[in-house]
């Protein structure tokens, strides 16, 4: 059961301590005046898995949207399983190619939306990015799951439920971000 809703015993570790990092101040979120939101942006560590199908996800739901990854080379393909994950929830991975975090163009506007409350606290370090607002793509979906562990070499099943929990936070983005319409 671990491995399917959490991927590994870590993940359910750093779920359970995502909201104490939260309750601190040690996730690093800060959001600002939602209708100043104009993009979002989705980041994760290789942008090749959640990252990925976030934005494709967004795009779909008619969201201004883009990606990057925070160890990647921009290029990369998505990872093969996360493609066919994908397509099982009726969405199309195959064109998507990964950013590195370098070649991510901050816009006035934007949200960084990460995985994980250590990716947030190394946003919040970069002196390129520190000062964009910031949030966890867990917090929007439903039920909330503020920890999305990296699905990436883990099982088939939790590579589905990962994907599964990211697609159900779009409706909520869409509501939530009323200014960052596509178009």
């Given at each position: 059961?671990?491995?399917?809703?959490?991927?590994?015993?870590?993940?359910?570790?750093?779920?359970?301590?995502?909201?104490?990092?939260?309750?601190?101040g040690r996730g690093a979120v800060r959001v600002g005046s939602p209708d100043a939101i104009r993009r979002l942006v989705f980041i994760c560590h290789g942008n090749?898995?959640?990252?990925?199908?976030?934005?494709?996800?967004?795009?779909?739901?008619?969201?201004?949207?883009?990606?990057?990854?925070?160890?990647?080379?921009?290029?990369?393909?998505?990872?093969g399983p996360a493609i066919d994950a994908a397509a099982a929830l009726g969405h199309d991975l195959s064109a998507h190619r990964a950013t590195m975090m370098s070649d991510y163009e901050p816009r006035e506007g934007d949200l960084l939306l990460a995985m994980e409350t250590r990716q947030l606290r190394r946003l919040a370090a970069d002196p390129r990015l520190g000062h964009v607002p910031r949030s966890l793509l867990g917090l929007y979906t439903r039920p909330r799951v503020p920890?999305?562990?990296?699905?990436?070499?883990?099982?088939?099943?939790?590579?589905?439920?990962?994907?599964?929990?990211?697609?159900?936070?779009?409706?909520v983005l869409r509501a939530a971000f009323p200014n960052a319409r596509a178009g």
């Open positions: 059961m671990i491995q399917r809703r959490f991927g590994t015993f870590r993940g359910l570790v750093r779920l359970a301590l995502a909201p104490v990092e939260l309750a601190t090749i898995c959640r990252s990925a199908f976030a934005d494709v996800a967004a795009r779909r739901a008619g969201l201004a949207v883009t990606s990057f990854g925070l160890s990647t080379d921009s290029g990369k393909p998505a990872h920890h999305l562990h990296d699905p990436y070499s883990l099982s088939e099943a939790y590579m589905k439920m990962c994907l599964a929990r990211i697609e159900t936070a779009m409706p």
